[in-house]
């Protein structure tokens, strides 16, 4: 069966620019601590935008680059976790905004990993026929769920969304984009729900982001990369190969930790947290949009996407950028 592609991608970030100096106002921190430890300087924050105005915002941008018609998406998957409205999801709320008819749509709450477990899903439906166009999102409005009194965690966090729309891979496509390489490789997913508890939002109905942080940072450096090897493995290359690398933007420190035992030395690595923040499920298309966008990485090159994170989950996949 013919596998999807990325046709297109799109971003959306809040106005507002929250600094590491602006945070040094609000609780005992400062510029020179979070740069240290986290490598963030700048976050973005939503003020009047919800999460389904985030989604909307990148999906319309992803399906206006794609140059489909809003009748030609058949699903629209939408991954968060800080999404207020449960019913209907974000995923039929998006499609309403764009105008996209009779698609099915739903949300895929898997934390941070929740973009690379969306792409996943939406391309196994085109695999299986289920669909031939799907638009796949990470949005998240994370300043909902920040703790401002909380100087270990409310460094940490960003607003922001970025899509994708996948359409079919024929045979012709797959060769031009490099000797057969699936547009979308196959994924690499799973959690360890024994730690699940080490990121997560509590306080039920009025969530808080908390994290343990040195139990994430270890475990994120010394289990991810097997993960990323295989991911490869699968797509059929190695990470010598790699053009990008786009992991979850939780932490500088992680993300070049992670690419450097990667091996990947030719590959651009994404660190799109230094002015971002953690923006959990929006983290990887947001960082992969920009590359793309700014021609940081060419087309048909391979990226590598990884997201980790809540859980403790992780899904991974190698992509041909469009």
């Not at 922001?160 to 490789?185: E, F, H, I, K």
């Not at 940081?296 to 992780?314: N, R």
Request: proline share 5%.
């Amino acid at each position: 069966m013919p596998g999807s592609r990325i046709v297109a991608l799109g971003h959306h970030q809040p106005a507002k620019v929250l600094t590491n100096h602006d945070l040094a106002r609000l609780v005992d921190t400062s510029d020179e601590w979070i740069r240290q430890r986290t490598g963030i300087v700048t976050r973005r924050i939503a003020e009047d935008e919800t999460v389904t105005d985030l989604a909307a915002a990148a999906a319309g941008k992803a399906l206006a680059a794609a140059g489909l018609a809003p009748d030609e998406i058949d699903l629209v998957v939408v991954a968060t976790c800080t999404a207020r409205d449960r019913c209907p999801n974000i995923g039929t709320q998006v499609a309403g905004r764009l105008g996209i008819p009779a698609a099915v749509g739903f949300d895929v709450n898997n934390g941070c990993a929740g973009f690379c477990t969306a792409l996943a899903t939406a391309d196994h439906a085109v695999r299986a026929g289920a669909a031939r166009h799907a638009l796949v999102v990470g949005a998240e409005r994370m300043s909902d769920v920040t703790d401002w009194t909380d100087r270990s965690t409310c460094v940490l966090l960003g607003d922001g969304a970025g899509a994708a729309v996948l359409g079919p891979d024929t045979a012709a496509t797959s060769a031009t984009a490099g000797a057969g390489r699936p547009g979308v490789g196959p994924v690499v997913w799973g959690s360890d729900p024994t730690r699940g508890h080490a990121v997560r939002l509590d306080d039920g109905w009025r969530p808080h982001f908390r994290q343990e942080g040195q139990t994430v940072y270890r475990w994120a450096t010394t289990t991810l990369a097997p993960i990323a090897e295989e991911a490869c493995r699968r797509a059929g290359l190695a990470p010598a190969d790699l053009g990008a690398v786009v992991t979850h933007q939780a932490n500088l420190r992680i993300v070049e930790a992670l690419s450097d035992r990667l091996g990947a030395t030719g590959a651009v690595v994404a660190r799109d947290v230094v002015e971002s923040g953690n923006t959990s499920a929006a983290s990887v298309p947001l960082a992969l949009a920009k590359l793309v966008e700014r021609g940081d990485v060419p087309a048909g090159a391979p990226a590598l996407l990884l997201g980790f994170g809540g859980g403790l989950s992780w899904a991974g996949q190698v992509v041909t950028c469009p």
